[in-house]
DNA sequence: TATTGATCATAT
DNA sequence: ATATGATCAATA
């Protein structure tokens, strides 16, 4: 056996074996061996599995920005699917600049910078199964490649040139193929400085990029098929 | 019932 | 206040 919280992986591959070695427990077995008590459900603890996991896997940047192992310029996201493999969730990658979009490209922008590595962990989401009870899958790494990146940086340059114009009343999570802009923040009447059609100052509301489930359930399943 | 809009906890 | 981790829950 090996002891957890596993040491800060020095290599993706060493970050790989140690999610691969976490695949298979449950999310009780693991919060047993770091010590932790798991909540009867989620709806007071969103972050709860993604932040075990992070521990467990020796992530170090805790709620700083920037990926969440700088060194090797990984990100981990888990991923809630069901016994079938469906994705239950989209996946929350970034907050969104509502104002001052001037000049952003696609290649420095924070949503490009997230996503061009990521190792996703499937756990068990299903909400009749006890978050304790729900178990880890086998983790996959994740590099977009040259179509991939395509798609989401035409929905990336829809929804942010939209933004630049001050079109936020016609913006809505209806839009993006794949990638969408919607809601983020502790309160519906959170509010961020942004700029109206006319270039007035305003108040939005603020906003993060998602994934759409049928995005990331399309990795997983070319992932399942080898690749 | 799939999806969009709203929300919760914690760290800095 | 804002960024992290997301899932909840109302709506269409």
Redesign the pocket.
């Known amino acids: 056996m090996i002891s957890l919280p596993l040491p800060p992986p020095r290599t993706v591959l060493e970050l790989m074996a140690g999610a691969r070695h976490i695949a298979g427990l449950s999310l009780g077995e693991l919060a047993a061996e770091l010590g932790q008590v798991v909540p009867a459900?989620?709806?007071?603890?969103?972050?709860f599995?993604?932040?075990l996991?992070?521990r467990a896997l020796g992530a170090t940047a805790?709620?700083?920005?920037?990926p969440?192992f700088p060194e090797l310029g990984v990100?981990?996201?888990?991923l809630?699917v069901d016994a079938v493999g469906h994705c239950l969730?989209?996946?929350?990658i970034?907050?969104a600049e509502v104002g001052d979009l001037a000049g952003v490209e696609w290649e420095h922008s924070r949503l490009w910078e997230k996503i061009r590595c990521v190792l996703w962990v499937p756990?068990e989401?299903t909400?009749t199964l006890s978050v304790d009870q729900r178990r880890i899958g086998a983790p996959f790494l994740w590099q977009p490649d040259g179509e991939e990146e395509a798609l989401l940086r035409a929905d990336w340059e829809l929804l942010v040139s939209m933004m630049a114009r001050g079109q936020f009343d016609s913006l809505?999570?209806?839009l993006g193929q794949h990638l969408?802009l919607?809601?983020?923040?502790?309160?519906?009447?959170?509010r961020?400085r942004a700029f109206d059609e006319d270039g007035a100052r305003t108040l939005e509301?603020?906003k993060?990029f998602y994934l759409?489930?049928?995005f990331t359930e399309a990795l997983l399943h070319r992932h399942l098929l080898g690749n």
């Open positions: 459900d989620l709806r007071r603890a969103k972050g599995v993604g932040s996991l992070e805790g709620s700083r920005a920037g969440d990100e981990l996201k888990t809630p969730e989209s996946t929350f970034c907050t756990v989401g909400r809505s999570g209806h969408q919607r809601p983020k923040a502790a309160k519906g009447s959170s961020r509301q603020p993060g759409r489930a049928r």
